[in-house]
């Protein structure tokens, strides 16, 4: 079960072990302290942050270009 910062605990032979559940980071048998997986977790927070907006950049400038074009065709069967 992964805690708040999206880590499953791995227990391996009395130790416990961190991994990141979503790039599985640092790999099988390592411990990573709190503030390292909650740093950890920002990253991929922003990580999303970026693509959504990069998302919304792409879609709006496809609204603007199909904005245009039909402008265009207005005008064209218009007559103008």
Do not use: Y
Not at 1 to 9: A, Q, S, T, V, Y
């Amino acid at each position: 079960m992964p805690d708040k910062h999206g880590f499953n605990h791995l227990p391996h032979w009395g130790e416990t072990f961190h991994q990141c559940i979503e790039c599985e980071w640092p790999g099988f048998g390592h411990v990573v302290s709190e503030p390292d997986r909650a740093r950890h977790a920002r990253q991929h927070e922003r990580d999303r942050k970026r693509e959504v907006e990069r998302k919304q950049r792409e879609n709006l400038a496809e609204g603007r270009r199909l904005k245009r074009q039909a402008e265009r065709e207005d005008r064209l069967a218009r007559g103008e």
